[in-house]
DNA sequence: AAGTTGAGCAACCGCACGGAA
DNA sequence: TTTCCGTGCGGTTGCTCAACT
């Protein structure tokens, strides 16, 4: 017997507008993530319940981070990529910030080819962390290192989800994962998840202020207000370092009431924010949002310095081989 | 200025898995 | 044990936009 299909017949389909966003953030505020089954029918959006969630961890998930992957972070997937494969999600549990679809889209479109360009020629910045370029090996070689990279990854796991030991790994002096991580622990998990996930969609609709449908009539449709807000969204990073955007002051003060109303959130003021509050991985922040079992340790608290330091470590690529 | 091409990215699709009944 | 349901994950598609001709 076959499955139901997931969708029934005349869901709406493709780039989801700011308004739907609005009415899945609230929503989600106000009942937490989780039974996507009923969210299309509760919330009375026109999609896919699977459409609902995508669009929710890809996108309004608190903590998100998008484009401008660092080096640090390049070679973290890099990495990563080589020891576990294709696991995005995985792969994406030890980037906070970062989505599983982002990390996907950033290695199909860019390192992939850049490695394969490293590979078959010219030495690359990428492309040596384990091409035999600049550390020459054997297969066998690469495959035992690849393994004692393993084996020190499950390694530094155990130890980082040992309690002791994750309190005196956070010094204070730790990056600033560790903080968000601090941060974190001492905030109720609700708030501030969904406070940020508020302040996502209101730095969407900020950019969607900018480029209001009409405005944006040119084209004629909601799609492109969209594709503008998530423009403007992707730009956050360097616009929050360098000031607030400006936005049409009436707009602005009204959508500020709006927000006010529709989340209990008071400032859109983004240069009294922290970027994206939380530091949570996927995985964290997915613990994050459902539920903290008292007791129970999550990946969330794990000491990210650690395992950054072992991943970026490329010296220690050459060093393992001579472990052999 | 108009057409073409390629990169980037959001979203969709289908399969797999785990838990509940 | 089997079936069903909800969810997660990875591969792929298709749209948009900028660079190039």
């Known amino acids: 017997m076959g499955r139901l299909p ?32 009923t969210v299309p029918t ?32 390049e070679k973290m997937i890099i990495h990563l990529q080589a020891l576990l494969g294709n696991r995005w999600a995985a792969i994406a549990s030890y980037l906070p910030h970062r989505t599983d679809n ?3 889209n950033y290695w199909n479109t860019y390192l992939k080819k850049r490695l394969e360009k490293s590979e078959s020629g010219s030495e690359g910045t990428l492309g040596n962390v384990y091409n035999s370029a600049s550390n020459p090996v054997t297969k066998g ?48 998990p609700n708030s501030i998840c969904y406070a940020s996930s508020a302040d996502n969609i209101a730095r969407l609709l900020k950019g969607w202020m900018k480029n209001p449908p009409n405005k944006a009539s040119s084209k004629s ?14 730009g956050i990073d360097t616009a929050s370092s360098e000031g607030t955007p400006s936005v049409g002051a009436k707009g602005s003060v009204e959508f500020s009431e709006t927000f006010k109303s529709l989340f209990g ?20 922040s997915t613990l994050c949002q459902d539920e903290r079992k008292p007791g129970t340790t999550s990946i969330a608290e794990m000491p990210f310095s650690l395992l950054e330091k072992w991943l970026l470590d490329d010296t220690k690529i050459g060093a393992d081989a001579t472990l052999f």
């Open 6 to 37: 997931c969708c029934d017949k005349g869901v709406k389909k493709g780039p989801w507008t700011p308004e739907e966003d609005i009415i899945l953030v609230s929503y989600i505020q106000e009942h937490g993530p989780g039974n996507w089954r």
């Open 42 to 73: 509760n919330t009375g959006l026109c999609r896919c319940s699977k459409s609902c969630r995508l669009r929710w961890t890809n996108y309004l998930r608190p903590g998100i981070k998008r484009g401008n992957f660092t080096k640090q972070e």
């Open 102 to 104: 982002d990390i996907k």
């Open 141 to 188: 070689q690469w495959e035992k290192r690849l393994q004692t990279d393993i084996n020190m990854a499950k390694k530094a796991l155990t130890e980082a989800l040992s309690p002791k030991k994750m309190l005196s790994l956070h010094e204070p002096n730790d990056d600033s994962i560790s903080n968000d991580i601090g941060s974190i622990k001492s905030t109720t």
């Open 221 to 234: 449709n909601s799609i492109v207000s969209t594709q503008n807000s998530f423009n403007n969204l992707a």
């Open 265 to 284: 959130y008071e400032s859109l003021d983004y240069s009294s924010n922290s970027e994206f509050s939380p530091s949570l991985s996927h995985e964290a």
